[in-house]
């Protein structure tokens, strides 16, 4: 009897090492220091080659929720974020997946920007929206904050908001890969609805 208790405790003391294990391994550790290196040098030069060093920095489709070791890099890529977004508009593919990518350590008025530029990327290529919105979409609770960011720009102007709501959906529909309608249909349905 004895015996089995003692094996019955040693399976249960095992299984929690697992979970505990688990627990800590659960949430990617970020490389800060060498996330912010990588920043410099894409600030530096903005480039397809430096975007790739960012994205084996970043966790993949994993919200960071305690970015306190890393609030000072977090800021200084937000306080030069037109660096990525003009990359971005020009249809560099690392570029677009940083943009995505950065909504793992993104907050606040940080993550309200990166709405902006990768909701404005509807326009200058619906495609590559999409296809990074299929690979990231595990990121993304709802997809209303990207696709409606252009509210924010123009709250008190109906008439320009609605030539921009056609627009994004005109984009949109553009987009004939099989593999991407399912989720271009639920982007434009939610766009209709405004």
Same mark, same amino acid.
């Given at each position: ?83 990525? !977004?003009?990359?971005?508009? +020009?249809?560099?593919?690392?570029? $677009? %997946?940083?943009?995505? @990518? &950065? ?73 004939? !890969?099989?593999?991407?309608? +399912?989720?271009?249909?639920?982007? $434009? %349905?939610?766009?209709? @609805? &405004?």
């Amino acid at each position: 009897m004895n015996q089995q208790k003692m094996v019955s405790c040693l399976i249960g003391l095992f299984f929690l090492a697992a979970m505990t294990g688990y627990a800590q391994t659960g949430t990617p550790a970020v490389d800060w220091k060498g996330l912010e290196e990588a920043w410099n040098a894409y600030y530096a030069s903005p480039g397809e080659a430096n975007a790739a060093k960012m994205l084996t920095l970043l966790p993949g489709n994993v919200k960071i929720t305690d970015i306190r070791d890393g609030f000072l890099v977090v800021n200084m890529i937000y306080d030069h974020l037109g660096i990525l !977004e003009g990359e971005i508009y +020009s249809g560099k593919p690392n570029s $677009i %997946k940083l943009g995505f @990518r &950065l909504f793992t350590i993104s907050y606040g008025t940080f993550e309200i920007a990166l709405n902006k530029v990768i909701g404005n990327l509807i326009a200058f290529n619906p495609r590559l929206f999409l296809e990074e919105l299929a690979a990231h979409r595990d990121l993304f609770l709802s997809l209303e904050p990207i696709l409606t960011s252009f509210l924010r720009d123009t709250p008190d102007d109906p008439a320009v908001q609605e030539l921009e709501k056609k627009l994004r959906i005109k984009c949109l529909e553009s987009v004939e !890969e099989k593999s991407l309608k +399912s989720l271009r249909k639920e982007c $434009i %349905k939610i766009l209709k @609805r &405004l």
